[in-house]
């Protein structure tokens, strides 16, 4: 196991829904900036990776397991964690917590490290993992796979300017806001996310023009994020239905 770090956060009106619950795009994205936050804590922050190596962090893939949703001015822990990582992978995770203790939702964060210049897959140094206290194994559990999507429905969207992150590539939690909008309103307004996986492919640049592509069935959903007809994104998400819907 990793060197645990953790935050306390009381949920601010612009995280959250309609439902009062957060925003769960937004609130990964903030996930994020907590381990952002533990690497400047032992000296391996996103600068020093770049300057010593020149490599930057990629998330590959994520899943969520979903007990309930923080909920508009509920304050919440979030505990982070590397727990694994081998030549080319590690893994995070992340606990978040109620005030009570109980567990409210984990993710489970697959990253890569990518030479800035050639964008390519780099090797990790065991340099800069040594202070997240990260077992190093061989084998790492491998993400879902996935089956392209068969007469899906098709949304289209354009790349906007604040879609983008500092790398000039579209922020990773707006894919995930794609997927939930090819939903429709009603839907998502009857339903909570159980579980969700989901694997990033290709980054998508700017002015691009984005199909979100959707095959639902029962309370399951599968999405595709697609660019010119190569797909840049791939999601299954379980579904409940709200004990309030009708």
Known sequence: M????????????DMCDVQHEIKLPAFISYCLGVSGRQSESVGRSDVF???EFGLIWVVTDYELNIHRLPTYNETITIVTEAIAYNKFFCHRMFYIYDENGNLLLDILCYFVLIDFETRKVAPVPEVLIEPFQSEQVKKLPRAPKY???DAPIVQE???RYFDLDMNGHVNNSKYLEWMYESLGYDFLLCHVPKKIQLKYIKEVAPTSQVSSRLV????HSQHEIVVEGHIHAQATIEWRKRDDAR
């Open 2 to 13: 990793g060197l645990k770090y953790q935050e306390n956060v009381t949920i601010p009106f």
């Open 49 to 51: 990776i770049f300057e």
């Open 147 to 149: 089956h392209e999507l």
């Open 157 to 159: 969207f354009s790349v």
């Open 216 to 219: 639902t069935t029962a309370l």
